[in-house]
């Protein structure tokens, strides 16, 4: 075994910063010593060291007696560090995050100093020095450091430099051994235990168990309305208790098998085996994408296929699944180890991980003692009792349409403000956290939400202009509806244009006409069109040397005769540290994916879906251009995008009247899409924990194999099951709404195809196509010539325009109060009081999540799948205002020619 690093003498053994065991600490060692602040870093000086933990936000330890691992390992790394080093790290690092929008401004501009700076200041005033390496200048400059630096620890992070030296390494370290990023550092340790139980027996009981259980659960709630789900998140939660139930029960005995030897019960449970039974789930912590398709091909009330058997089922469900993985398999190091790619969305996971299994010491930060395991178990039960208020006994206080209470047959007041089918503009909208977090106000980055909500202002100014100006009939219909209507304004029935065969009637549909969209549909298609092309070529100028790195990546990749490391090209902390383990080829990556390309050829060709096979390679195609883009943003901003939309378009316009055939390739690709970016979290999650590539391969492997087996079962227990699935007033509410507009979207683009909708009926929106393309050029101009303001730094054209996407049917309702808690917490919280927010901010995510998740699951089985209403003002009194029935502005009848509106009869598209 390779020498270990011992803080007991010095964390000096392990090398410089490229070698994997400078990363690497006894964590038993470690933690079974208490180290004092005198009994580490003997470089620096007490006032130095304090300063280091100020740096670190520790300073706010009850006792200095009892340093945390992550401080000895810090104060030890940043005494050792030279000071040429330091400065040619920060250099680089001024290089690689130029524009990166996660660096806040300040941290930049103070490194940028540092680098310049080139003398200290004496009581004489500043002294410059020609040579910047000369060491007698330097000694000069530290004479009065000692002094200066407690009574200046209170502009330590501001531009005043007052120990040179020490704020350099200081910042140089964090960035060589830890993280430049304060939420990265909050929920990760800045070493690795290699020793530490990770890929275990107990790990593959407890995920495959959560596995079989959460499979049925999330397969066969997910055509409810509304869906009942248990997230990864809350079965984090009981991961914890049954490893360590585990750990007390089985014997602590070794077998062998094969060749490998296995440890039953390899000492206590740990917190890379938590992470790893977590993610065991995660990969498989929702229902499949597929389940829609195999609904519409199997009931009659769609398309009816009888011979789309249960093998066929199988093989699209697994391939679909499995095609994400190896795409994100190959691409992973282009998205998965750059240090800016912090994946925002899981560091509530890791916070939840930590508090629950990793010990801690006592502080005081702002009056707060609390440790954040007991927080977390406070908050979590206080999250679970207070959901069932709005979630049940008080359901207006989850849609707190107050506005529209006070004038509930306002025309005007449920147009614009109302939360039901208005926009939503309202300062006050709920008092349901399950609302307030639906943008994610404790993780996405504040910079992200106020992009968009910006977006979300510009897309409300729109759409009352579409809507008020009657733009292609919109003032006929309500504001904000994602539904389809007829040209009387009546919702459309798209069974009712459709032959035997499920395909195109010409008669019926010249009897009908086409179908209409709302105001709000308009114009998220519009944007949605429009993000396409502004995404791609948007990430590719200012992004350039990340995708060329990725290109040649891949091209060499493909010559599987020379080995060469996935790690090449990166030495940030933690991939140094993952150098450690035996990494995975892209070539089984590669194997994945050419045996699901031959699943998935066999699934079209011999179970008549009546789709080409060359639809499959473009499936492909299309997410080996986009995936990456998507994921670049995704990875920075915690926004996620899809190619659904686009890949409807495109097949529509290639084989018009074949809903089957775009249903499946829209499965395929979409799947592709979203499993790939769902990898990605895991991989990089697993990145942040330093569990072994292959451990997660074979865990991630097994899941989606034993997913897979299971939805596919579930799904026909449902189907035999629950009588009226799919009915519109189905008693325990399986009303199918996935599935309803899954079908809608194929009788549209499909069956009666893009070119007769938006040709004929919105040719605005074949333009938008160019919107988008010549959009990306002034923007990325913004960025390259200004980015070192504040505008141009943090406007991002990308996430604004998910704003304008976010209506049809959701509003502001669903976004303002996520963005107030974002400004608090994700800004002035972090600003002005980092120490608090690093403790508890994702913890107190994590808490609140998981409790309304547990306490949803508990409500419906309580109290909702056998109804117990309560009929009391409390819950009626949304139900009695204008806003809860859609109101169009003009009816057809009196105020469109002939009582319809639209392209006369004989004129349809």
Known sequence: MSEKLNPSTSISKGGGRLDTTAHEVDLHEITSHQYSLNGVADGLTSDQKFYVLKRLDLNHLKSFEDLPPSAVFMLEKISEIEIVEAESILKSFLKDHDGDVNIPMETFDFIAQLVKYEHATDSDGPVSYEDENSASSREKSQVHVAEKTVKNLESAESDDIFDWELQTKTEAALIAYWSPYPEVRSVTDPFDDPDTPCETLRVYIIGVVWVVLGTFINQFFVERMPSISLSSMVVQLFVYPCGKFLELTLPAKTFKLWRWEINLNPGPWSHKEQMLATLCYSVSGSAVYATYFIYLQKLEMFYDNPKFTI??????????????????GIIRKFVVYPVSAIWPTILPNLAVNKALVQREKKENINGWSISRYSFFLITFVVSFLYFWVPDYLFTALSTFNWISWAAPNNFNVAAITGSQSGLGL????????????MSGPLYVPFFAQLNQYIGMLIGFFCIVGVWWSNYKWTGFLPIN???????????????????????????????????????????????????????????????????????????KSLNFKKKRSTYEGFDDPFSVSMKKYPEVPEWWFTVILVICIVFSIITVEVYDLQTPVWTIFFALALNFVFLLPFAIVYAATGTQNSINVLLEMIIGYALPGNGTALNYVKTLGTNIDVQAENYFTNQKQAHYWRIAPRALFRVQMVSVI??????????????????????????????????????????????????????????????????????????????????????????????????????????????????????????????????????????????????????????????QYHEKYISWWGNNVNNNVLDAYAPARLNATIDAPDGYFGPRVGHFP
């Open 706 to 863: 034993v997913n897979s087996l299971l939805s596919v079962g579930v799904i026909e227990v449902v189907l035999d099951s629950v009588s009226g699935f799919c009915e519109p007033h189905q008693p325990q509410k399986f009303t199918c709404p996935g599935s309803n507009t899954f079908y809608s979207s194929s009788v549209i683009w499909g069956v009666i195809g893009p070119k007769r909708v938006f040709g004929g009926l919105y040719p605005i929106l074949q333009w938008c196509f160019l919107i988008g393309f010549l959009a990306a050029f002034p923007c990325w101009a913004l960025k390259k010539y200004y980015g070192h303001t504040t505008i141009g730094k943090y406007l991002h054209p990308i996430v604004l325009s998910f704003g304008l996407m976010n209506y049809a049917p959701y509003n502001l309702t669903y976004y303002t109060p996520g963005f107030i808690a974002s400004f608090f917490f994700m800004y002035v919280i972090r600003k002005r009081y980092t120490a608090w927010w690093e403790k508890y901010n994702y913890t107190l995510s994590g808490a609140l999540q998981g409790g309304v998740a547990f306490s949803g699951i508990i409500i419906f089985f309580a109290v």
């Open 426 to 437: 309202n300062p006050i909208t709920t008092f349901d956290w399950n609302i307030i977090n």
């Open 481 to 555: 509806s994602n539904g389809i209507f007829t040209n009387t304004g009546e919702p459309y029935a798209v069974t009712a244009i459709l032959n035997d065969e499920k395909k195109l009637d010409l008669a019926k549909y010249e009897k009908m006409g086409p179908p209409f969209y709302s105001a709000a549909n308009l114009v998220t298609y519009g944007t949605f069109f429009a993000l396409y092309p502004m995404n791609f070529f948007y990430v590719i100028l200012t992004h350039f040397k990340q995708l060329k790195f990725a290109v040649v990546g891949l091209v």
């Open 311 to 328: 093998g066929a089922q199988f093989l699209i469900v697994l391939s679909s699944n499995l095609l994400g993985f190896g795409f994100a």
